[in-house]
C-alpha cells in the first residue's frame, strides 16, 4: 500500500502523569493525547532519541508538551489558565504556536519545526505540520476520556529514488477509507493491536513487535542542583531561609529535592573549584 501505521493505547500511565497536577478535565485530554501523539511519531524516527511536541502561547492553554524516547519513557505537561474551563480546542490555544523538536541520543544537536496552530483539534494540527514542513501526507486520530487515551497514525511512504514499483496506486486512498471508519469511542476503548487487525485485515502488512510504554522522568538531584547553580548562590540560600532548606518539587513527576544551606553551599564551592584559572605560557 505504500503506508506505514502505527496505534497506541494509554491507561495507567495517562492516569500517572495527570496526577501530578490539578489539570481541569479538558486539559488533563489534551495533555493525554499529546503523550499518545509524541509515541505515535516516535515510530517514525531511525535514531535513538527523544520526540517531543510543544504547544505554546495559547490565549487560555499555554503549554502542552508531551515526549517519548525511542525506549518508550513518556512523559507530559500542560498549563492554562482558570479561563481554560468551556473552551474548546481553538479558543484555548488561539495564537500558539506547534513545535516538534528531535534530539538524538548520541549528539548534542536538536532539528526543530515550528508551525501556527492550525485546525480544530490537536490532531488536525500535526496533520498540518507534516504537510506544511514536510510535505509528507498524514492522517491522525486522537481521543480520550477520563480513563483511557487512543491514537491512530498514518503515513504516505515516500517513493524510493522516485519510482511507484510494487506500490498499489489506490493504497493511501484505501488505508484512508478505513481510518474514516474508525469511531471516537472505538480508538478509545479498543487495544492497539486489535485495531490495527479489525481494519488492515485484509491488506498485507508487516507488524513490528508493539513497543511497551512507562513513564518516566528525567529530572535527578544533579538536574536540580544545576537548577540552583543557575539561579546564583544569594537565591539559593535565600530559598531555604522559610523551612531551612530548599524545596524544589519537579512539575513532570512531582518528585521532591531538597538541598540545605550546607549542600548549597558546597554547590558553588565545587562551581569555584571547577572554574577554569587564567594562565600565562
Known amino acids: 500500500m505504500g503506508v506505514r501505521g502505527a496505534a497506541v493505547r494509554l491507561g495507567s500511565g495517562y492516569a500517572e502523569?495527570?496526577?501530578?497536577q490539578a489539570y481541569a478535565e479538558s486539559v488533563g485530554r489534551w495533555l493525554g493525547q499529546a503523550l499518545a501523539a509524541s509515541a505515535l511519531l516516535m515510530t517514525g524516527i531511525k535514531f535513538t532519541g527523544r520526540l517531543s511536541l510543544q504547544l505554546q502561547g495559547?490565549?487560555?492553554?499555554?503549554?502542552?508538551?508531551?515526549?517519548?524516547?525511542?525506549?518508550g519513557d513518556i512523559r507530559g505537561i500542560a498549563r492554562a489558565d482558570t479561563e481554560v474551563e468551556g473552551l474548546d480546542f481553538v479558543q484555548a490555544t488561539a495564537s500558539s504556536n506547534l513545535a516538534i523538536t528531535l534530539e538524538p541520543h548520541?549528539?548534542?544537536?536538536?532539528?526543530?519545526g515550528v508551525v501556527p496552530m492550525?485546525?480544530?483539534?490537536f490532531a488536525e494540527t500535526l496533520?498540518?505540520?507534516f504537510e506544511q514542513s514536510e510535505q509528507l501526507p498524514t492522517r491522525i486520530l486522537l481521543a480520550a476520556d477520563d480513563e483511557f487515551v487512543g491514537g491512530l497514525l498514518l503515513q504516505r511512504m515516500p517513493?524510493?529514488?522516485?519510482?511507484?514499483?510494487?506500490?498499489?496506486?489506490d493504497g493511501w486512498n484505501r488505508a484512508q477509507m478505513l481510518l474514516n471508519t474508525v469511531s471516537i469511542n472505538e480508538l478509545i476503548s479498543t487495544s492497539s493491536e486489535v485495531l490495527i487487525h479489525r481494519l488492515f485485515h485484509d491488506e498485507p502488512r508487516v507488524d513490528r513487535d508493539p513497543l511497551p510504554l512507562h513513564v518516566r522522568c528525567r529530572c535527578s538531584h544533579a538536574k536540580v542542583a544545576?537548577?540552583?547553580?543557575q539561579l546564583g548562590q544569594i537565591e539559593a540560600i535565600a530559598a531555604t531561609a522559610e523551612l531551612?532548606?530548599?524545596?524544589?518539587?519537579?512539575?513532570?513527576?512531582?518528585?521532591?529535592?531538597?538541598?540545605?544551606?550546607i549542600e548549597i553551599e558546597q554547590l558553588f564551592r565545587a562551581e569555584v573549584l571547577a572554574a577554569p584559572t587564567d594562565t600565562l605560557q
Do not use: N, W
Open 17 to 20: 502523569v495527570r496526577s501530578h
Open 106 to 112: 548520541q549528539s548534542r544537536e536538536r532539528y526543530q
Open 118 to 121: 492550525a485546525g480544530e483539534s
Open 127 to 129: 496533520e498540518a505540520y
Open 159 to 169: 517513493l524510493a529514488g522516485g519510482h511507484s514499483d510494487g506500490i498499489d496506486p
Open 58 to 71: 495559547g490565549s487560555a492553554l499555554r503549554l502542552l508538551y508531551g515526549e517519548c524516547t525511542s525506549e
Open 226 to 229: 544545576q537548577v540552583l547553580q
Open 244 to 261: 531551612g532548606y530548599a524545596e524544589i518539587i519537579c512539575e513532570f513527576c512531582g518528585k521532591m529535592y531538597r538541598f540545605d544551606p
